[in-house]
């Protein structure tokens, strides 16, 4: 049998195409990697193997996050994972955004509310709201409202009958500006395209590469500043709130697509990182 370099980690379906999938395998078969394609939840994996795992498209759990957290340890016991696992954990739940807020970082206003807790919807002061859950991927349960619509508290009721959720204002700039979101890769930001609005059941639609404004670039390296130099990839998703000013949206360390397709030579970087960590972890 042929030497195995990384495990991969993905999902057995995934909700999506993977636009990273066919730069990425071109990429690591450039940099002379071998690659196994592993889905976190497939019980058929072997996760105790002593392989190291890089972290790509478990796009479904959060459907199941426990479970998540069980495979994350029990990978990370065998071998080292990429991104590191506390930087993982840390960055499951979007109550992260709360903590950015607290180092100075700005990022879209915020409300968590936890299981339980009464919110009075109108007293937020924004004529429409986003909500959706604490852990989510992609678009999972995000829903957009008017403020006064009584569907509005029924989502919220919903979703924190199982956890915590996010209540946030819609932000206006996403229309036209755009989500930027802006990608790391191996101690830097790479390139940045421009994303529209999506909501439960939407499909993606990106656009770029476009240049990485200075005040965006700023605020992307305060967000990424306490693990800028233990990660190998992320992303920030920015917006501009009424005043133009960048803030943070989302800070993706877990599974974030790189949209390397949208700037030539990004998957090679990242395998080439990618390469130069592994070698790293081999004794001798």
């Given at each position: 049998m042929s030497r195995i370099d990384l495990r991969i980690a993905t999902c057995r379906e995934l909700p999506e195409p993977d636009p990273d999938a066919a730069p990425l395998a071109a990429a690591l078969a450039a940099a002379g990697l071998t690659a196994a394609l592993l889905g976190w939840d497939d019980p058929a994996a072997d996760w105790d193997a002593p392989i190291p795992t890089l972290v790509r498209t478990p796009w479904?759990?959060?459907?199941?996050?426990a479970a998540f957290l069980a495979w994350l340890d029990r990978a990370s016991a065998a071998a080292p994972v990429i991104n590191p696992p506390d930087v993982i954990r840390s960055n499951l739940r979007k109550r992260?955004?709360?903590?950015?807020?607290?180092?100075?970082?700005p990022v879209v206003p915020t409300l968590l509310v936890e299981p339980g807790q009464p919110v009075?919807?109108?007293?937020?002061?924004?004529?429409?709201?986003?909500?959706?859950p604490e852990i989510g991927a992609a678009s999972f349960a995000t829903r957009r409202f008017a403020a006064g619509d009584p569907a509005?508290?029924?989502?919220?009721?919903?979703l924190t009958a199982d956890g915590a959720a996010l209540v946030q204002p819609y932000v206006a700039s996403?229309?036209?500006?755009?989500e930027r979101a802006l990608i790391w890769i191996d101690g830097e930001l790479s390139h940045a395209i421009r994303k529209t609005p999506r909501f439960e059941g939407d499909a993606e639609h990106i656009a770029g590469p476009f240049a990485i404004a200075d005040d965006e670039r700023a605020v992307a390296e305060a967000a990424l500043a306490p693990v800028a130099d233990r990660i190998l990839y992320g992303r920030v998703d920015v917006a501009r709130d009424a005043a133009g000013r960048p803030m943070v949206m989302e800070l993706e360390l877990i599974d974030p697509s790189l949209y390397f397709a949208c700037c030539p030579g990004s998957a090679d970087r990242f395998a080439?990182?990618?390469?130069r960590a592994l070698a790293a972890l081999r004794p001798g």
């Amino acid at each position: 049998m042929s030497r195995i370099d990384l495990r991969i980690a993905t999902c057995r379906e995934l909700p999506e195409p993977d636009p990273d999938a066919a730069p990425l395998a071109a990429a690591l078969a450039a940099a002379g990697l071998t690659a196994a394609l592993l889905g976190w939840d497939d019980p058929a994996a072997d996760w105790d193997a002593p392989i190291p795992t890089l972290v790509r498209t478990p796009w479904n759990y959060p459907l199941t996050p426990a479970a998540f957290l069980a495979w994350l340890d029990r990978a990370s016991a065998a071998a080292p994972v990429i991104n590191p696992p506390d930087v993982i954990r840390s960055n499951l739940r979007k109550r992260y955004l709360l903590a950015l807020a607290a180092r100075g970082v700005p990022v879209v206003p915020t409300l968590l509310v936890e299981p339980g807790q009464p919110v009075d919807l109108a007293a937020l002061a924004a004529p429409t709201l986003v909500i959706k859950p604490e852990i989510g991927a992609a678009s999972f349960a995000t829903r957009r409202f008017a403020a006064g619509d009584p569907a509005a508290l029924a989502h919220l009721a919903a979703l924190t009958a199982d956890g915590a959720a996010l209540v946030q204002p819609y932000v206006a700039s996403v229309d036209d500006h755009g989500e930027r979101a802006l990608i790391w890769i191996d101690g830097e930001l790479s390139h940045a395209i421009r994303k529209t609005p999506r909501f439960e059941g939407d499909a993606e639609h990106i656009a770029g590469p476009f240049a990485i404004a200075d005040d965006e670039r700023a605020v992307a390296e305060a967000a990424l500043a306490p693990v800028a130099d233990r990660i190998l990839y992320g992303r920030v998703d920015v917006a501009r709130d009424a005043a133009g000013r960048p803030m943070v949206m989302e800070l993706e360390l877990i599974d974030p697509s790189l949209y390397f397709a949208c700037c030539p030579g990004s998957a090679d970087r990242f395998a080439a990182a990618l390469r130069r960590a592994l070698a790293a972890l081999r004794p001798g």
